[in-house]
């Protein structure tokens, strides 16, 4: 399976930006999909995920500025960020878990957000 990011960017404060992933085969065989970041010296953090049955979560900090989606149709997972904060500043990796507990996740690359104050 294969996931290809895109969307990364430079953005000011304040600014919105939306960051798609694409998987390889059909998203309704992967159980959650979502978005970590990791920003420079700093450790990966799970931004945010999703569930096969379309239920968002969130890490406080970008609770009620992004929003993930998912599109069974197309096979992808997007991050939708809003109101973007120069702590937003990080590589952004999708990621998907299959349903099977004994297989590994998949990782996509990752794509730089840069947000400038």
């Known amino acids: 399976v294969q996931l290809q990011a895109c969307g990364g960017g430079l953005v000011q404060t304040g600014g919105s930006l939306r960051l798609s992933c694409a998987a390889s085969?059909?998203?309704?065989?992967?159980?959650?999909m979502g978005w970590y970041r990791q920003a420079p010296g700093k450790q990966r953090e799970l931004v945010a995920t999703?569930?096969?049955?379309?239920?968002?979560n969130y890490v406080d900090s970008v609770k009620g500025r992004f929003t993930i989606s998912r599109d069974n149709a197309k096979n992808t997972v997007d991050l939708q960020m809003n109101s973007l904060k120069p702590d937003d500043t990080a590589v952004y990796y999708c990621?998907?878990?299959?349903?099977?507990?004994?297989?590994?996740?998949?990782w996509g690359q990752g794509t730089l957000l840069t947000v400038s104050s």
């Open positions: 990621y998907a878990k299959p349903f099977s507990p004994f297989s590994p996740s998949y």
């Open positions: 085969i059909s998203i309704v065989r992967l159980d959650a």
């Open positions: 999703i569930t096969g049955g379309g239920s968002p």
